[in-house]
Nanobody, 121 residues
Framework: QVQLVESGGGWVQAGGSLRLSCVAS????????MGWYRQAPGNERELVAA???????KYLDSVKGRFTVSRDNAKNTVYLQMNSLKPEDTAVYYC???????????????WGQGTQVTVSS
């Protein structure tokens, strides 16, 4: 069974930092993308950041310059370093991993259970 296990969420004051981690189980099939989505109450889930095996990275415009996504392929792990956090970053953050085409559309993908990030003003 494929599992994505997230950690690192929590509560932080505005301007603070958090680092999220997501480890994919060894049983995960071939993947070329790992990344993070988030969903705030009443909002749709949105892509925050994702990284492809070829080095390409995508970021949500509102987090550019503040968040950094990185991967350790040897450990099947993806990280999200979040700096200068704002109250509007408050959401449940989900890890995502899968096999995607050149248009970043998934052939198949998997989701973690989500981790809450709360930023107070």
């Amino acid at each position: 069974q494929v599992q994505l296990v997230e950690s690192g969420g929590g509560w932080v004051q505005a301007g603070g930092s958090l680092r999220l981690s997501c480890v994919a189980s060894a049983t995960i099939p071939a993947i070329n993308v790992m990344g993070w989505y988030r969903q705030a109450p009443g909002n749709e889930r949105e892509l925050v950041a994702a990284t492809k095996n070829d080095g390409r990275i995508k970021y949500l415009d509102s987090v550019k310059g503040r968040f950094t996504v990185s991967r350790d392929n040897a450990k099947n792990t993806v990280y999200l370093q979040m700096n200068s956090l704002k109250p509007e970053d408050t959401a449940v953050y989900y890890c995502n991993a899968g096999l995607f085409n050149s248009m970043w559309e998934p052939f198949y993908d998997y989701w973690g259970q989500g981790t809450q990030v709360t930023v107070s003003s």
